[in-house]
């Protein structure tokens, strides 16, 4: 395990006692950002609102703008312990970090993460599996400031060396990817960017840095919408970009510049999710692997797109670099059409139709790979729909599952 986060290291009154060795990352998740000057002995961090700081007297005034305003009230737009609390526990969870900024949503904090790296005339490497309003930004506000986009085959692995140009600045990476979940094999290609000193940035959020610690896995800026798992109760939204010590000082002022903050009741929803998440993680994990190995078995299912599962692109690399699965993953139906996906989604009574997941509760919504695809055709046996398996128990899901297949008919 690498150094602590700098910004606790000093700190006495850290409940997680960072001067105790490593601990599990079940213990952190409890543990991590309670300090004891921003909870006052209270349990959960409090709510700190503020615009407006007051100071003693011009000198405490003039004093305070010359020192670095990180984990000290300056304005409320740089936060208050409340965020500071989340935004420290998130770095905690990720070995070899700096720090931590916290954003209103997660696409928020990817553009923000982008933007802190790249400059007109800079290429970006973005996979074809990216999450659709990432490739939206790509296409959109980068290009419009002179940043390039080049798509790649989220397998390409340690290929991804024959892509890079004079201008190529950065690879983004989304392992699994969304919707259609191809694991990446993360190492190959963060030793390609090394080696021609491009900077990584890994959308995490499916897996967290519970089930995968992109810092101490090379990663230079670690991507989450927070939203999902560590909200986990599909009522706030959240993001957050975790960096390494090289790139946290342009992150923090990009983020700046930008004006971005997050309101203390959100983050203070956020740390409280957080502390359940390693929990729900493995439940969401557990059941998430034994319905898709159900799913698996049935003959209305062509293909069952679960990280863990040989089915996926890159399962290999999901075994060997990743601690778990999350709640996550897509089926293709064998040989029906979208009127029998229709169906048997509005069959359902225990899956919700939605967008957003890491909550408690399950989900499913028809998915079209086909209509996002740049550089890898999108090959397919039927139609898609990907899953969220929540904390109902499974056995329920898979008897409402049974009953959503009986209106596809099967091919064979
Ligand atoms: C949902 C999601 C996001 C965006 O998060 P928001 O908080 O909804 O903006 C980013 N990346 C992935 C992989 C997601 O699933």
């Given at each position: 395990m690498g150094r602590g986060p700098r910004h606790t290291e000093t700190d006495g009154g850290n409940v997680s006692g960072s001067n105790s060795g490593p601990k599990a990352k079940a213990t952190q998740v409890v543990t991590a950002g309670r300090r004891k000057e921003w909870t006052q002995g209270i349990v959960n961090p409090p709510v700190w609102r503020a615009s407006t700081i007051l100071y003693e007297d011009?000198?405490?005034?003039?004093?305070?703008?010359?020192?670095?305003?990180?984990?000290?009230?300056?304005?409320?737009?740089?936060?208050?312990?409340?965020?500071?609390?989340?935004?420290?526990?998130?770095?905690?969870?990720?070995?070899?970090?700096?720090?931590?900024?916290?954003?209103?949503?997660?696409?928020?904090?990817?553009?923000?993460?982008?933007?802190?790296?790249?400059?007109?005339?800079?290429?970006?490497?973005?996979?074809?599996s990216a999450y659709e309003p990432t490739t939206a930004f790509a296409g959109g506000m980068l290009k419009r400031f002179g940043i390039a986009t080049r798509t790649y085959d989220p397998?390409?692995?340690?290929?991804?060396?024959?892509?890079i140009g004079e201008n190529t600045r950065a690879v983004f990476l989304e392992s699994p990817g969304s919707l259609t979940f191809e694991v990446q094999d993360v190492p190959a290609i963060v030793a390609v960017a090394k080696e021609h000193g491009l900077v990584t940035l890994l959308d995490n959020t499916w897996a967290t840095p519970l089930l995968f610690p992109a810092i101490e896995k090379g990663i230079d800026l670690s991507i989450l919408a927070c939203t999902k798992y560590v909200v986990g109760h599909s009522d706030v939204m959240l993001g957050s970009v975790t960096a390494t010590k090289e790139f946290w000082p342009r992150l923090r002022a990009t983020s700046f510049q930008l004006g971005q903050t997050v309101g203390p009741d959100d983050a203070w929803l956020g740390s409280r999710g957080l502390r359940t998440m390693a929990t729900r993680l493995k439940q969401h994990g557990e059941s998430a692997l034994r319905v898709a190995k159900w799913l698996k078995g049935r003959p209305e299912v062509a293909r069952v797109l679960h990280p863990a599962l040989d089915d996926c692109p890159g399962s290999a690399f999901f075994h060997r670099d990743f601690a778990g699965g999350s709640g996550l993953f897509s089926i293709v139906l064998d040989g029906c059409g979208d009127a029998e996906r229709v169906a048997m989604i509005d069959a359902l009574e225990l899956f919700g139709i939605g967008f957003s997941w890491g909550g408690y509760e399950s989900l499913a919504l028809p998915i079209d790979p086909e209509k996002l695809r740049k550089v890898v055709p999108w090959e397919t046996e039927g139609p898609a729909i990907r899953l969220h398996i929540g904390l109902e128990d499974p056995d329920d899901l898979i008897a409402d599952l049974e009953r959503g297949l009986q209106c596809v008919r099967p091919n064979r």
């Open positions: 011009v000198e405490e005034m003039r004093a305070n703008g010359r020192r670095d305003t990180h984990h000290r009230l300056f304005y409320g737009r740089r936060g208050t312990p409340t965020q500071w609390a989340l935004a420290d526990a998130l770095t905690q969870l990720e070995p070899g970090a700096e720090a931590t900024f916290l954003y209103p949503s997660g696409v928020a904090a990817i553009s923000a993460a982008l933007l802190s790296v790249l400059s007109p005339g800079d290429e970006l490497l973005l996979p074809d397998m390409i692995g340690a290929g991804i060396a024959e892509l």
